[in-house]
């Protein structure tokens, strides 16, 4: 799978924000398929990977920016784990 940085960037300070997060703990670490590996925070989710996921569309939507496609977000979503609340 290949994804724009900007992309990703948004995307990930998105899943990281107190709109989606209720508490961090440790860290979780993602390695791209270009080898780079990224460190997330391990967190608490307050919303599932779907609400997430329309949030963040809305969310690019109101602020004019192209997201990559769903299955590319869910993917995500899945390799950053979290505990739901």
Known sequence: MHVDTNQLDHYL????SPHVIQDRFGQ????????????TPRVIR????????KQYVQYCKETN??????STMLCILSCCSATVR
């Open 28 to 39: 979780h670490y993602l390695q791209l398929s270009s080898g780079k590996v990224l460190e």
């Open 65 to 70: 920016f192209t997201p990559f496609g769903s």
């Open 46 to 53: 307050s919303m599932i990977p779907q609400r997430i996921f």
């Open 13 to 16: 300070m998105f899943i990281v």
